[in-house]
Structure formats: C-alpha cells, structure tokens
C-alpha cells in the first residue's frame, strides 16, 4: 500500500508547471526526463517518482544522455557558486594536489575518448574512488560506457530528487 505524499511531494505535485519543469532541470539537464516526470505528476509517494525517473531515465536516447551530461561540472572542478555539485563532490576537497592533477589529466582522456565529462555519482565517494573508476572506466566501449553513465545519472537524479522534495518549499 503506498504511503501518502511528504509534503515535499506534494509541494510538487502541485507547483505550477513552469515551477516543477525549472526543479525538474535542477536535478536533470534532460529536457526528455524532466517531461516525462511533469507529464506523470501527481505522484502517489516519492517512490511512484523514482519509478518515474527510472523509466524515463531508460529511454533516454544518446542525445538526450548528452544534454544530461552538459548539465555535470567536471569531476574536481564543482561549478562556482554551485552548492549542489560542491556537497555532490566534497570527496574531492581534501584530496592531495597529484590526486587532483591526475584527476584532471583523466578527465581530460576520457573527454577526448567519449565526447563528454566523466560522469559518476560522487555523493559519498572519495577523491581516490572517483579516480580508480575514472581509471578503470576509460577502457569501456562507448557502448558500454553510455549505459554506465545512464546508470550513474539515475542514481544522481534520485539523490536530487529525494532533496527536491524533502526540502521545506520545494518544487522551487
């Protein structure tokens, strides 16, 4: 039996539809994902909302992975003023310079590799943990490599998500 919305939740069943599309895009650059979520509102519990974004999030095709991605700060380099990618890579702010260093020079092989930032859901990960797995992930197809990103911004649009409507006020 489902629950009831949070009030999160329900602050965002509710928010006109240019509100809910403008905190839809904060937590996905994805113009395809964020519709498909305002298409499907209400939600019944934020469950039904990960549901959602799941399935919205597999049927992305590889342009709309790419307008996600452009919406992603490089791993060591959090958008300034931007306290969303800086609590998203805060295990990267202790890291040593030649972490940092490598990190960059990494970062820079697997933009030449794929055409796009290495993507990786930080929250929780350690500077040297984002890069063993820039490391190992820039030896994937990029067939493989796509499928890994969409697996990482599903999981960085949860945690979004999960804030958007916890959030006193969200929707906003």
Request: glycine share 6%; proline share 6%; charged share 25%.
């Amino acid at each position: 039996m489902p629950s009831s919305p949070t009030p999160g939740l329900a602050r965002f069943n509710t928010a006109d539809d240019s509100e809910a599309t403008a905190a839809l895009h904060e937590a996905c650059a994805s113009t395809a994902w964020g519709a498909k979520l305002l298409a499907l509102r209400p939600y019944a519990d934020v469950d039904a909302l990960f549901a959602a974004s799941d399935a919205a999030m597999a049927e992305l095709t590889a342009a709309d992975l790419a307008e996600a991605m452009a919406g992603h700060p490089p791993i060591g380099r959090p958008k300034p003023g931007d306290p969303t990618s800086a609590r998203e890579q805060r295990g990267m702010a202790d890291a040593s310079e030649a972490l940092k260093a490598e990190l960059l020079e990494l970062n820079l092989a697997y933009q030449d590799r794929f055409g796009h930032v290495f993507l990786i859901c930080a929250t929780g990960r350690t500077g040297e943990q984002m890069l063993e797995a820039v490391r190992t992930r820039i030896g994937n197809t990029p067939d493989r490599e796509r499928e890994i990103v969409r697996a990482e911004l599903g999981k960085i649009n949860r945690i979004r998500l999960t804030r958007l409507v916890a959030e006193e006020g969200a929707a906003a």
